[in-house]
């Protein structure tokens, strides 16, 4: 499955915080994207992901929204 989370109007540590919460209830292998405003988000989750053994598909930043998608 593919999961959503929009985490923007938040600042580290809250978007990191809700995707653990929500990624509780996901199982091996669902993909879950996530859409930050807080510009240090993507080093705040390729950091969670490197912790937690999940694979980063990809990180990147359009209109200073960065939108991280990766595997449980």
Same mark, same amino acid.
């Given at each position: 499955m593919e999961y959503y !989370?929009?985490?923007k109007g938040y600042e580290c540590p809250?978007?990191?915080l809700k995707a653990a919460k929500r990624i509780k209830k996901l199982k091996k292998?669902?993909?879950i994207t996530i859409e930050s405003d807080d510009p !240090?988000?993507?080093y705040d989750f390729k950091n969670y992901c490197e912790e937690n053994n999940f694979k980063i598909i990809s990180i990147k930043t359009?209109?200073?929204?960065?939108i991280i998608k990766f595997q449980i």
């Open positions: !989370l929009d985490t809250i978007p990191v292998n669902d993909l !240090l988000s993507k359009q209109k200073k929204i960065v």
